[in-house]
């Protein structure tokens, strides 16, 4: 919890540099988004949203300028070369996770799912990305689709129909990645993982199987190698576990969507304890319904109070309440504020709390939805924001304070 707080004071102290603002007391999560502040209705720029294009060709990442109000305004020099290539598939990826900020804030890992490869960009003071030097190295397997950073080790989840893995890297200082000998954790064919993520601790690795509606849990060395809990993979409690997060205040706690469950309205969301070698727990009466189609992502707001599942199918965003135990109670559901959402996906809540980004990619915008308190959502006027032409969305992140 000290290196997050850490973290989100370096970050904050970045921007507000970079803005001239003396910025701003805290803003507590769960707060409703205010309306535009300041002169003329200006609204200062506290951080920034990316989004990975999956372009055909070289891959571009989206950049947005995130300001205290929760609106977007594109940044300048957007979109930014990845250095890769993405599929340009219309469906985008089925994944979540396409793209990480470090821990450090720094860099931002995006995977290149068109050429079987990782690009790493540099975060300026302004938002603008910098392809590093040497920055696209090969995934170490096909379509690489999601991808996961604690303190320098990264992994990636490689999810073509042949030859699907996890594979490890170490990030060095300058943002270049070196393959991590003996890391790659072979998965059998079809498997297709959708998700792979850390711990806030770094002491666990998790991964979904989409195809096999399995979990992978692992235990994460020192040495960054995995040991995989005995047992895994797990059932999953639905079928095609698709998005999946840690609570940030509860490194023990997982939640999983259960996207592909037959008939409408019967989408799930599970909740997990994962002991320190990785093993699972059902919480409570896990699953839970969200009376929703598809769930396929899901978010949580940095205090871990609210858990947001997305709803591919039926366009709309689940909000639920978490118990201190993990357990979870279902608030309501919001329409994307672009009524042909239909298809939306990836979330992402701001680091304040205030605000959930979501990629409403089959209609090419970002959605902005202020996070009330008791977890409500209510769309910005300013949502949705169009994303460049021929962008595929398959990732969303946010940055700053």
Known sequence: ????????????????????????????????????????????????????????????????????????????????????????????????GALQVTSDGRFLIAVDAGSNQLSVLRIHQDGDLQLVPNGVVSSDGPTPVSVAEHDGLVYVANAGAVGPNYTGFTLSPSGRLQLLANSTVSLPNGSQPGDVLFNSTGTNLVGTRVGTSEIDSFAVGRNGLLTEAVGAPFPAQGFGPFGSEFRPTNPQQLFVSNAHNVGAGTGTVSAYSVAFNGSLTSIGASPFADDQTAPCWVAITPDGSYLFAVNTGSGEISSYQIAPNGSLTLVGSTVVSNSAGVGATDPSVSPDGRTLYVNESRVGTVGAFAINNGGTLTALPSSPVSVPAGAHPAGIVTTGF
Request: charge should be positive.
């Open 1 to 96: 919890m000290r290196k997050r707080l850490l973290k989100a004071k370096r970050l904050a102290l970045g921007v507000a540099t970079l803005g001239g603002f003396g910025l701003l007391g805290t803003l507590g999560a769960g707060a409703a988004s205010a309306a535009p502040i300041g002169s003329g209705g200006f609204s200062p720029v506290i951080g920034h949203v990316y989004l990975d294009d999956n372009t055909a060709g070289t891959n571009t990442i989206s950049g947005f300028d995130r300001h205290l109000d929760g609106s977007l305004t594109p940044l300048a020099a957007s979109p930014f070369a990845a250095g890769g290539a993405g599929t340009g598939a219309a469906g985008g990826l089925a994944s979540q």
